[in-house]
């Protein structure tokens, strides 16, 4: 018997579980379209749909008949952090991951007890600006650089942070009493990207992220991959040239050492000696100005990028890949010479047809994918919260 309604509560998961995605993918559906998607049959699907109507996570749209349903999205809200070398941006937002309110706290270093409270801190400001009770929260969500054990919220590594195994999730958790998702950022990006944005309809796609530092994560067959231990996605570091430029992780020649923004700019300040203190926004400027140093050095870097990216492409035959992070503003003096390289490198199976999109979320981005993480659970319910803290005694 116990064997019987344990299948029958797994069945019943999945059918949720295949509805509110196939709602997700196509935007409202009805239920005898939904039935026909599905194939499952029109009582199952009544019967599930009455159940998630109740439970507020459907929504009727409009009155005309046949009904089309929709994801409740603004009925439930998540907290996306961002953690920065300064800074926690932090936004509320629906269950779409759209922004509802934004906030952004200096920190005053990076002990993982100071960014706790800070989250709680966030948490709370971020409830009274947007009039959003804590009760309504459904979770929160953090994106951090670094290499993430997103099962248990522990943070095994981060270079930024001098981090090594500390269980932050369950640090926030404590603080705040709600569910906290923790992950690499580059993989929350993708996460939500995934769920609201272009990796919405393929099943296969890579999310490089270049800015301070480059990364990339990968989704098969619809589902992130993580790798052994959470590791995977180190495409900052792939070889660009053996033995070449010293990278922030020791090693040389790592692509990140030419192709991240912070080494474009390094790059620029060793053969410009009148802009040795240049800044980014300084450099973009320059960049205007057809500056021919900087301009080759963008060329250079874009073309590293290109071919690292080719045989990423050319190992897993992508749908899709979208470009983001700060680094997308270079440009087109940046991405021309990447999408030339590509071509040359990549198989033409490989490369045709294949979309290198640049992401338009903008500065939006990490904070949006790290409220993904927590939106996640709606539409993956079997994926359990990094760490939750017991309810605290009223
Ligand atoms: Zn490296």
Redesign the pocket.
Known sequence: MTSLKGDQGTARALNRRLILNEIRRNGPTSRARLAEQTGLSPAAITFVTTELLQEGLLVEKGERRPIPLDIHYSGHFVLGLKLMEDRLEAVLTDLSTQILSRITLDLPDHQPETVALYAAQAQKELCEQSGVATENLRGIGMGLPGVIDARSGMCLSSGRFGWKNIPIARMISEQVRLPVWVDNDVNAFAVAERLFGRGKSVSNFVVVTVGRAIGAAVVLEGKLYRGRNGGAGEF??TLSEYRGRK?????LG????YASERSILRHFQEISPRHHNIQIEGLIRQVERRNERILNILEDAGSRLGRNLADMANLLNPDLIILGGEGVRLGEAFFEPMQAAFRERAFDCVADELPIVIDDWGDDAWARGAAGLAAEHFFDFELQPSETAPASNP
């Open positions: 900052g570091h990278c922030e992780c020791g090693r790592c692509l990140e050492a």
